[in-house]
C-alpha cells in the first residue's frame, strides 16, 4: 500500500509542470508527511458546464476516497488505495475509474520494515522513503470522487467532499524489499488519455498504468519521526544508518 507521501513542489510549479489551471486563491503547505485524509494536490480534468471541452485543473482533494453512495465520510480512511488488479470491478473504485481519473504529484512515499528489538533498541517500525532514482517525482495514478453528507443541502458548494485514491500494485525490485505493494505512474506521454473523461475503455485505460521510473527505485531509511503525522518538514529525509 502508500499510506504516507511527500508532496513539497509548490503549486505554482505543479500547475506549471502538468499544465493545469490552478485558482489562486486556492493553497495547501509543502508536505513531507502528507496522511490519509489530508488535503492533498490532484490534477483533474472537466468536462466545462457549456459544453465547450474540457479544462484541465491543480486542486484539493481529501486522500480517502468516499464513494458517492456512502452514508458516512469515515470510508474513506479504508480506501486510500485501489489496487490495480481489481480497481476496475470493484463498486467503490468501478465508476471513477471508467470517468474520475486523477493524477496525485509526489516527491516519493514512506514503507516500513518492522525492526525486532535487539541490545538497547526497542522493537519498532523503520521508514524508508522511496523515490524514482533518477529524481523527478512521481505522478501517481489516482482516481476522485464527489460526495455530500446524506440530506446536505446539494446548493451549497461547502457540503461537496471531493475525495481520492492511490491506485497500487505488486511492487517490483528494489521496492519489493520493504513492501510488496508500490503506487503506480502515469507516464508523461499517457497524462492526456489518462485524464480524459471521455476515455471509457477499460483495457486501454488499465495499459496506461506504469510503475515508477520503470521499477528503478531509489530505497534509503530516514528519520524516525517519520512514523509521527503531526511531525512535518525537509528534516524527515535525512539520511540515518539502515538498521537492517
Same mark, same amino acid.
Given at each position: 500500500?502508500?499510506?504516507?507521501?511527500?508532496?513539497?513542489?509548490?503549486?505554482?510549479?505543479?500547475?506549471?509542470?502538468?499544465?493545469?489551471?490552478?485558482?489562486?486563491?486556492?493553497?495547501?503547505?509543502?508536505?513531507?508527511?502528507?496522511?490519509?485524509?489530508?488535503?492533498?494536490?490532484?490534477?483533474?480534468?472537466?468536462?466545462?458546464?457549456?459544453?465547450?471541452?474540457?479544462?484541465?485543473?491543480?486542486?484539493?482533494?481529501?486522500?480517502?476516497?468516499?464513494?458517492?453512495?456512502?452514508?458516512?465520510?469515515?470510508? =474513506?480512511?479504508?480506501?486510500?488505495?485501489?489496487?490495480?488488479?481489481?480497481?476496475?470491478?470493484?463498486?467503490?473504485?468501478?465508476?471513477?475509474?471508467?470517468?474520475?481519473?486523477?493524477?496525485?504529484?509526489?516527491? =516519493?512515499?514512506?514503507?516500513?520494515?518492522?525492526?525486532?528489538?535487539?541490545?538497547?533498541?526497542?522493537?519498532?517500525?523503520?521508514?524508508?522513503?522511496?523515490?524514482?532514482?533518477?529524481?523527478?517525482?512521481?505522478?501517481?495514478? =489516482?482516481?476522485?470522487?464527489?460526495?455530500?453528507?446524506?440530506?446536505?443541502?446539494?446548493?451549497?458548494?461547502?457540503?461537496?467532499?471531493?475525495?481520492?485514491?492511490?491506485?497500487?500494485?505488486?511492487?517490483?525490485?528494489?521496492?519489493?524489499?520493504?513492501?510488496?505493494?508500490?503506487?503506480?505512474?502515469?507516464?508523461?506521454?499517457?497524462?492526456?488519455?489518462?485524464?480524459?473523461?471521455?476515455?471509457?475503455?477499460?483495457?486501454?485505460?488499465?495499459?496506461?498504468?506504469?510503475?515508477?521510473?520503470?521499477?528503478?527505485?531509489?530505497?534509503?531509511?530516514?528519520?524516525?519521526?517519520?512514523?509521527?503525522?503531526?511531525?512535518?518538514?525537509?528534516?524527515?529525509?535525512?539520511?540515518?544508518?539502515?538498521?537492517?
Amino acid at each position: 500500500m502508500c499510506g504516507r507521501y511527500v508532496s513539497a513542489r509548490s503549486p505554482q510549479d505543479l500547475a506549471v509542470a502538468y499544465q493545469a489551471t490552478l485558482d489562486p486563491d486556492l493553497s495547501l503547505p509543502p508536505s513531507w508527511n502528507v496522511a490519509p485524509t489530508d488535503q492533498v494536490w490532484g490534477v483533474l480534468e472537466r468536462v466545462l458546464e457549456d459544453g465547450g471541452g474540457t479544462e484541465r485543473r491543480l486542486r484539493p482533494l481529501r486522500w480517502g476516497l468516499v464513494p458517492s453512495w456512502a452514508k458516512d465520510i469515515g470510508i =474513506g480512511a479504508k480506501l486510500i488505495n485501489a489496487r490495480a488488479e481489481t480497481v476496475h470491478e470493484k463498486p467503490s473504485f468501478r465508476k471513477p475509474f471508467s470517468a474520475r481519473r486523477c493524477l496525485l504529484p509526489a516527491d =516519493g512515499y514512506y514503507e516500513w520494515v518492522p525492526v525486532p528489538a535487539s541490545t538497547g533498541v526497542r522493537a519498532h517500525k523503520q521508514p524508508y522513503f522511496l523515490t524514482p532514482a533518477g529524481g523527478g517525482g512521481m505522478a501517481m495514478a =489516482g482516481l476522485y470522487e464527489f460526495w455530500r453528507p446524506p440530506g446536505a443541502d446539494r446548493s451549497d458548494p461547502d457540503t461537496m467532499v471531493v475525495s481520492c485514491t492511490i491506485i497500487t500494485t505488486q511492487a517490483t525490485d528494489a521496492a519489493g524489499r520493504v513492501h510488496d505493494r508500490m503506487p503506480l505512474t502515469i507516464a508523461p506521454e499517457h497524462v492526456d488519455d489518462w485524464l480524459d473523461p471521455g476515455h471509457h475503455d477499460v483495457a486501454d485505460l488499465r495499459a496506461l498504468l506504469e510503475v515508477p521510473a520503470g521499477g528503478d527505485i531509489a530505497v534509503r531509511p530516514v528519520s524516525l519521526a517519520v512514523n509521527n503525522v503531526r511531525n512535518d518538514g525537509p528534516q524527515l529525509l535525512d539520511d540515518v544508518p539502515d538498521p537492517s
